[in-house]
Nanobody, 121 residues
Framework: QVQLVESGGGLVQAGSSLRLSCAAS????????MGWFRQAPGKEREFVAT????????YYAASVKGRFTISRDNAKNTVYLQMNSLKSEDTAVYYC??????????????WGQGTQVTVSS
């Protein structure tokens, strides 16, 4: 059974940093792209960042490019999202997902339960 478990969320002030982690119990973890999505109250789930199986290719939403960094450690079956210079508009539940490389939720077959990130201004 595939499980994705996010951690690292919390309440921080604007300008601060957080690092989210997602531990995956997936066989052949390096065969899957891993993505981060987020959903703010009253809004649809939106793409944040993705990384391919080897970790050599990444892609970011324009709203986070230059501030967020996605990475993965295939030896630990873990993907990370380093978030710097956080803004109040980054407040959302952040979800980890595993599947095919892409920016739409439909590309990803596996999802975590989400972790709350709240940025106070």
């Amino acid at each position: 059974q595939v499980q994705l478990v996010e951690s690292g969320g919390g309440l921080v002030q604007a300008g601060s940093s957080l690092r989210l982690s997602c531990a995956a119990s997936i066989r052949s973890f390096n065969g899957y792209a891993m993505g981060w999505f987020r959903q703010a109250p009253g809004k649809e789930r939106e793409f944040v960042a993705t990384i391919n199986g080897s970790g050599g290719t990444t892609y970011y939403a324009a709203s986070v490019k230059g501030r967020f960094t996605i990475s993965r450690d295939n030896a630990k079956n873990t993907v990370y999202l380093q978030m710097n210079s956080l803004k109040s508009e980054d407040t959302a539940v952040y979800y980890c997902a595993g599947g095919d490389f892409g920016v739409t939720p439909g590309k990803y077959a596996f999802w975590g339960q989400g972790t709350q990130v709240t940025v106070s201004s």
